[in-house]
C-alpha cells in the first residue's frame, strides 16, 4: 500500500471553478510536504512545499493546507484556467526518503 | 527544463537488448536521482548519487545499473531490457537532497 494516496484520481472542471485535491499520507516520521504540478510529457515542476508547523501557503490561485495531526494535506485552485489541466502529485518526505503520491490527474475545460 | 537535460527523449528496444539514458547537469547540484513513473504508480526510486562514484540503489533497483563518473553526468543502464521496463523514466538533480528539479522525461518502450 502506498504511503501516500491521492483522491480523487482524476477531475474534469469547468474554466473558472475552483477545485480542491485531497492527500492523505502515513509517512512517518513527517519532514515536509510538497505539491508538484506535471504538465503532459514534462517533468514535474514544485508548487509548495508545507513543514510540520505550517498550516496554510499559497502560491497565486494555488493554496495549499496541511493538518499534521490527521497527516491530510488538501490543494485548492482558485479560478481555474486552462492552463491548470495537469497531474498535481503529492510528495511527502521523511528524513532522506521521497515518498510519491500517484497523483490526480486535473482537466479544464473551457 | 532549466540546467537538467535527459537523452534522448524517446526510444524504442528490442527485449534483451542493453539501454543507457543518460542526465546531465549544469547547476553542479551533488544529488542526483532516477526515477520511473507508471500509470497508477507514483514515481518510484530506481537509483541514486550523492556524489561523483557514491551510488546507492533505490526501491525498484533489480535490472538497472547506473554510474556517475563526473558530476554533470548520470547513466542509467538497463543491461537486458525487458518489457517490465517499458515506462517513463525521469531524472531529478537536488542541492541539498531536498528539493528536486525534475528533467523532461525519457519515453521508453520495450518490445
Known amino acids: 500500500k502506498n504511503q501516500v494516496e491521492q483522491s480523487p484520481q482524476s477531475l474534469i472542471i469547468l474554466e473558472g471553478k475552483n477545485c480542491t485535491l485531497q492527500?492523505?499520507?502515513?509517512?512517518?516520521?513527517?519532514?515536509?510536504l510538497r505539491w508538484y504540478k506535471q504538465d503532459t510529457g514534462r517533468g514535474p515542476v514544485s508548487l509548495t512545499i508545507?513543514?510540520?508547523?505550517?498550516n496554510t501557503k499559497s502560491n497565486g490561485r494555488y493554496t495549499a493546507t496541511l493538518d499534521a495531526d490527521t497527516k491530510q494535506s488538501s490543494l485548492h485552485i482558485t479560478a481555474s484556467q486552462l492552463s491548470d489541466s495537469a497531474s498535481y502529485i503529492c510528495v511527502v518526505r521523511r528524513n532522506n526518503d521521497m515518498r510519491f503520491g500517484a497523483g490526480t490527474r486535473l482537466t479544464v475545460k473551457p | 527544463d532549466a540546467g537538467i537535460t535527459q537523452s534522448p527523449r524517446h526510444k524504442v528496444t528490442e527485449t534483451g537488448t542493453p539501454v543507457t539514458l543518460r542526465c546531465h547537469q549544469t547547476?553542479?547540484?551533488?544529488?542526483m536521482y532516477w526515477y520511473r513513473q507508471d500509470p497508477g504508480h507514483g514515481l518510484r526510486l530506481i537509483h541514486y548519487?550523492?556524489?561523483?562514484?557514491?551510488?546507492d540503489k533505490g526501491e525498484v533497483s533489480d535490472g538497472y545499473s547506473v554510474s556517475r563518473s563526473k558530476t554533470e553526468d548520470f547513466l542509467l543502464t538497463l543491461e537486458s531490457a525487458t518489457s517490465s521496463q517499458t515506462s517513463v523514466y525521469f531524472c531529478?538533480?537536488?542541492?541539498?537532497?531536498?528539493?528536486?528539479?525534475f528533467g523532461s522525461g525519457t519515453r521508453l518502450t520495450v518490445v
Open positions: 492527500c492523505n499520507y502515513t509517512v512517518s516520521p513527517f519532514s515536509n
Open positions: 531529478a538533480i537536488s542541492y541539498d537532497s531536498d528539493g528536486y528539479t
Open positions: 508545507m513543514t510540520f508547523s505550517e
Open positions: 548519487s550523492y556524489g561523483v562514484k557514491d551510488t
Open positions: 547547476e553542479n547540484h551533488r544529488y
